[in-house]
């Protein structure tokens, strides 16, 4: 079985796991710090190898979130991921980071909103569907919309989960958003899980072109492609 080296760092928290296929070996907290996890991160990625006495080159994948997530985060995460699936010539794998929470549900939930924060008083969202086996699908495709008007139009049985359930939790509180934080927060022990199946049936990223997937432009981003524009 493939020894997997899995990464998180969508969010202000983050963590670090090794599996032998779906057998987590190891799991490190990082510092919930946001933009700190570049200090954090190399660190106890060798800390975890090392409480295993394997070193990096026993790997033979590395897999990360691509988000959606916080554009530090996601940056710091997948530029680690590349950098080490390239040195050691191993797969690199991505993982959507709303399918890793997906895959965190119990067993008995077939139907689950997952949500993020658009920025904007908006949510990024989609519907994700229990499938054959078991497994997570999403149905139709996500989307941003207003928080408010899309929380009340939802029917009343529908269970909300995701990193965006913090805003909205505040402003609108409701026995259906679940904030436990397997319900907010992917783990990097899942992102192991989902990648061990990928690697088996050969999905797997280009190290050259794999980049963060982010629900839109940074604001920064956003005013320079407007200055652009106006040129």
């Not at 359930?165 to 319900?183: K, M, V």
């Amino acid at each position: 079985m493939s020894l997997i080296l899995g990464i998180d760092t969508s969010g202000l928290a983050g963590s670090v796991a090794l599996s032998r296929g779906e057998t987590v070996l190891s799991l490190r907290a990082l510092e919930q710090a946001g933009r700190r996890h570049a200090q954090t991160l190399v660190a106890e990625m060798a800390a975890l190898l090392t409480a295993q006495q394997l070193s990096p080159r026993d790997l033979n994948a590395v897999a990360v979130t691509q988000g959606p997530g916080s554009f530090t985060g996601l940056r710091v995460g997948i530029v680690a991921a590349k950098t080490l699936a390239y040195a050691l010539k191993v797969p690199l794998i991505l993982v959507d980071s709303f399918d890793v929470i997906a895959a965190q549900c119990p067993a008995d939930w077939n139907t689950v909103w997952i949500v993020d924060d658009a920025q904007r008083q908006e949510l990024y969202v989609g519907r994700y569907l229990r499938g054959d086996a078991g497994l997570w699908r999403l149905e139709g495709s996500r989307f941003i919309t207003p928080a408010r008007d899309w929380l009340a139009s939802l029917p009343v049985e529908e269970i909300v989960i995701g990193p965006g359930t913090a805003r909205l939790a505040a402003d609108i509180p409701s026995p259906r958003i679940q904030r436990e934080i397997e319900y907010t927060v992917p783990r990097a022990e899942t992102v192991c899980r989902l990648a061990n199946r990928r690697l088996i049936a050969g999905e797997v990223n280009d190290v050259w072109t794999a980049t963060p997937f982010y629900i839109r432009v940074s604001g920064a981003e956003e005013t320079a492609a407007k200055r652009a524009a106006a040129k």
